[in-house]
């Protein structure tokens, strides 16, 4: 009836696995009021700063069973966390790293995010020539909105101290083994030797992948808002090794769009990023 | 008919046929769909009466935490105030389904207007969604604004700051009186067509 879920269930539980050994782990800030359905922890990969070296951290989020977060297109309801860093000066944040999400909702309002637990990373990029001879705090304002039958606001302050690394190589902390599977998970580029196109017919669009073997999962998720109708079906068809997906234009949809950009999901583990120029017929 | 031609449309048969295919339920430019419902005081309610109106359709859930933010601030009371005071009839539409959050009856949802000074011309109680369908209402709060000719001029979000903080209404772009002050100027409306922002509909499953 509802929301297909298509997240590796045996990645899920180990990440489970090790998000709940990350409650008493040091270089760890948990943040949770009791009823908020959402457990939220800033986290870094490594637990310590080396000099001149970026180094990933990330929002973790630990949702109560049914309830769900948004994705950065969040679909036709609700609206995707905003992280706004707080950073000692000449550090920057790169943009969050998006994990492909699952379908929420109904055939009426659909929705895109996540269940369970999601890391929302990015990269933290010290100034040139940093040498850290203190620790570094990093901090984070989260505000979020995490729904289930019914949606409730949740806003968290949570920062990370990082001691000076001074050996010669990375100190993995705790929370190493859920930033790699979750980078293992993220979208990545079409393989080169795949092709995608696009183009517009009357109030759909057709979005052809000549690459991949079997596509019978296969999803588009779109990037950009009201293009495509979140709630009308993803007709899929195969024919002599191209897949074509028939996409309904939004509603919302006023003026012609040059590119669809988004993730396409064939299964759990192949994702990618595409931004397919539209053709008009 | 030659042998390309038959081709072509052997092979575009397909697309041939979607682009034939109906198109949405409530498009900015198309004639909004006609309706029957029936308010919270029992009185039944027909858009095509309202001709030679403008008329707002608000999709409301008091529980949504972003339609609480423009009813606990005031905002919204204030939008049906100043409208209807010019002759804009101000349709509040609720299509929660029974047991679902923002369900609410007739007697409840009276109160609830005087508790909180909401003034619109009347509230459509619509608990089988039927009226949520028909204009494909996906978030409360959703607006629509109907010209006297009957056409659809806007659909979407109430202003451009999606959240649920009071503190975002003062600055945000408010899409309605944008919409509704052009048009009674006689002229084109600016921004028509927004991605609303808001809870789903709770229509039955």
Not at chain 1, 169 to 178: I, K, N, R, T, Y
Not at chain 2, 148 to 166: Q, S
Not at chain 2, 184 to 201: E, F, M, N
Request: with cysteine; net charge neutral; glycine share 8%.
């Amino acid at each position: 009836m509802t929301s297909r879920s298509n997240s590796p269930r045996s990645a899920s539980l180990l990440f489970l696995a090790l998000a709940l050994s990350l409650l008493f782990a040091p270089g760890v800030s948990a943040q949770s009021a009791p009823g908020t359905h959402a457990n939220i922890q800033l986290v870094s990969e490594e637990k310590s700063v080396r000099p001149s070296a970026p180094f990933w951290v990330g929002i973790l989020f630990q949702l109560d069973p049914g309830w769900h977060i948004y994705w950065q297109n969040p679909g036709d309801s609700g609206e995707p966390p905003k992280i706004e860093w707080q950073l000692p000066p000449g550090f920057r944040a790169g943009a969050i790293r998006w994990p492909c999400p699952i379908r929420l909702g109904t055939a009426s309002v659909r929705d895109y995010g996540y269940e369970g637990q999601v890391l929302l990373m990015t990269s933290i990029e010290p100034p040139p020539n940093f040498t850290p001879t203190s620790p570094v705090s990093i901090a984070a304002n989260v505000k979020y909105v995490v729904c289930r039958e019914i949606c409730i606001p949740g806003k968290s302050d949570v920062t990370l101290s990082l001691p000076p690394n001074y050996l010669p190589f990375v100190e993995a902390s705790p929370s190493q083994g859920l930033f790699r599977i979750t980078i293992a998970l993220l979208p990545k580029p079409l393989p080169s030797a795949w092709k995608a196109s696009a183009k517009s017919v009357g109030d759909h669009f057709i979005l052809s992948l000549k690459g991949p073997g079997s596509a019978d999962q296969i999803m588009f998720f779109p990037l950009d808002r009201s293009v495509i109708e979140n709630a009308a079906p993803q007709n899929v068809e195969s024919d002599h090794g191209v897949v074509r997906l028939t996409l309904k234009k939004s509603e919302q949809l006023v003026k012609p769009v040059s590119a669809l950009r988004g993730v396409i999901s064939l299964d759990q583990y192949r994702v990618f990023e595409i931004a397919v120029p539209v053709k008009s017929l | 008919m030659n042998r390309k031609v038959i081709l072509w449309i052997a092979a575009n048969a397909f697309a041939v046929a979607l682009a034939l295919s109906t198109a949405w339920a409530a498009r900015v430019g198309d004639r909004a769909p006609d309706f029957t419902a029936t308010d919270s005081t029992g009185k039944v309610h027909k858009l095509s009466e309202y001709a030679g109106k403008y008329v707002v359709l608000e999709w409301h859930n008091r529980g949504c935490p972003y339609t609480a933010k423009h009813y606990d601030s005031g905002n919204m009371q204030r939008l049906q105030h100043e409208w209807t005071a010019r002759g804009v009839i101000w349709l509040t539409v609720i299509s929660s389904a029974p047991g679902r959050q923002g369900y609410i009856t007739a007697a409840d949802e009276n109160t609830f207007l005087k508790q909180s000074n909401a003034v619109p011309t009347a509230v459509l109680l619509d608990p089988t969604g039927a009226l949520g369908h028909l204009y494909d209402a996906k978030t409360t709060p959703q607006m629509f604004i109907i010209d006297p000719h009957g056409t659809l001029i806007y659909n979407g979000a109430i202003d451009d700051r999606a959240t649920t903080d009071v503190a975002d209404i003062n600055g945000a772009k408010d899409y309605v009186s944008l919409a509704l002050g052009e048009a009674l100027a006689g002229k084109p409306v600016g921004t028509s067509s927004t991605r609303p922002y808001g809870c789903s509909v709770k229509y039955p499953d």
